[in-house]
């Protein structure tokens, strides 16, 4: 990767959908180098996918919680379980295996408290491994991004 992979990076961190031209004169190459350092970087994993960036508020994900969770168990099958579980769950947006006073963190979106305490149960409540969790309410999102600083 050079520094124009780097540049084109940038740019499409911020708009995914930014014209192939515009590309091309933001780095001063033609349009056809810029499609080829696309599929070289998508075809080795950097650019892993493009995406739209929903706004929860306005589709009704009133409360974000930062959970931590501790399991009651080593053992490597239902760790395994749990990871599964949670990476398939579509209320968890986040989720992270951590090292430190808990196993893992995620984020988990719900629409108003009362779905969230319903994703506690069957989540949380209804897993015999999971030891304990603590849960953080979000008051206001003052950054979110997936952007890296390239």
Known sequence: MDQS???LLGVL???ARTPIQDLADHIG???ASVQRRLKVMRDAGVIQKEVAVLDQQKLGFG???VVSVELERDRLDQIDAFKRKARQDRQVTNFYCIAGDADFVMIVVAKDIE???SFTHRF???DKNVRKFRTSIVISTEKATLELPI
């Open 13 to 15: 961190q911020k708009n």
């Open 29 to 31: 190459a033609s349009t």
């Open 124 to 126: 949380f409540f209804s």
């Open 5 to 7: 992979d780097y540049k």
């Open 63 to 65: 409360i974000t919680a």
């Open 115 to 117: 779905d969230y305490e």
